[in-house]
């Protein structure tokens, strides 16, 4: 019987460091790597440039703000591999400095996509992760600033070793609900919407670390990571670190060595683990 290929996905990698990401799996990973993007068209012209390059990757439309896209994603990973061994969410928005939309609209969008959609996309796609899988968030040290614009009570509560996936939700819907009253502030919340999304986002990752500890399957190991300041159309192409050493780490925690006990659950960057303190 021929041996199940091993599959890798990238979301939002049709360009900037999810585009770099794919070009290292295709370097390094022993399997496919699929390339997604929302727009066909662009992830297929993204393909294209890899190719050129003598890389390989393969391309699979993915909206995750779309449950049914990332619905189809999942049924054919399912039926083409029988599951997943790397997972890297990198999708993501940030509003640019200076963006005129109101904070509670920058608030509701960013934790949408980049909270709610990579937990969505995580909950679909988790259950196809096999023994040895590697899952990455990737997250930004500007969720330091915003935790500690917290108030020490919301502190608290991020923090709580015992906080489940549901009470962190519960945290984040008060943070947008409280932006759209525009009472975040006086409720303890930061005043940006990327950062808290980010805070979001790290804490996820601890809880699925620890839910995933329980789990039968051995060896999948989940963390998030921060690629530093890129040089992206999301920074507006500021930044030292051009895309290929921003998905460094990104590309250090997907390929992790079988039995890894750390990095696991952590927050890492430059490939050293960020302690929150």
């Known amino acids: 019987m021929a041996s199940i290929r091993k599959a890798a996905v990238v979301t939002g990698s049709n360009k ?3 585009f770099a990401v ?12 699929f390339l997604t993007a929302r727009d066909e068209g662009r992830g297929q012209a993204a393909i294209a440039d890899l190719n050129k390059e003598g890389l390989q990757p393969k391309f699979h439309q993915l909206d ?56 969505l996309t995580s909950r679909i796609l988790f259950p ?18 915003a935790i500690d614009q917290c108030s020490p009570a919301v ?13 962190l939700e519960k945290i984040m819907q008060e943070f947008v609900d409280a932006a759209k009253a525009g009472r975040h502030l006086e409720e303890g919340f930061p005043k940006s919407a990327y950062g808290t999304s980010k805070i979001g986002k790290n804490f996820m990752t601890v809880i699925q670390d620890r839910d995933i500890r329980k789990d039968p399957r051995e060896d999948i190991v989940i963390n998030s990571c921060c690629p530093g300041h890129v040089q992206t159309d999301m920074s507006s192409h500021t ?7 921003g998905a460094d780490t990104m590309v250090y925690l997907a ?5 890894t006990t750390s990095p696991k659950g952590n927050f890492v960057a430059d490939r050293s683990i960020l302690q929150w303190g």
């Open 16 to 18: 900037g460091i999810g």
């Open 22 to 33: 794919v070009r290292g799996l295709c370097k390094s990973f022993d399997g496919d790597v």
């Open 64 to 119: 995750i703000n779309d449950q049914s896209s990332i619905e189809r994603l999942k049924s054919f990973l399912l039926s083409t591999y029988g599951g997943l061994d790397v997972l890297v969410n990198n999708a993501g928005i940030a509003y640019r400095n200076a963006d005129p939309a109101p904070f509670a609209e920058q608030a509701e969008f960013t934790c949408k996509t980049n909270f709610w959609a990579t937990l």
């Open 128 to 145: 196809l992760l096999r023994p040895h899988a590697r899952a990455v968030s990737v997250s930004s040290v500007l969720a330091y600033t």
């Open 155 to 167: 502190q608290g509560r991020f923090k709580d070793p015992t906080l489940t996936m549901e009470g």
């Open 239 to 245: 930044g030292p670190r051009n895309i290929d050493e």
């Open 255 to 259: 390929l992790l060595p079988p039995n």
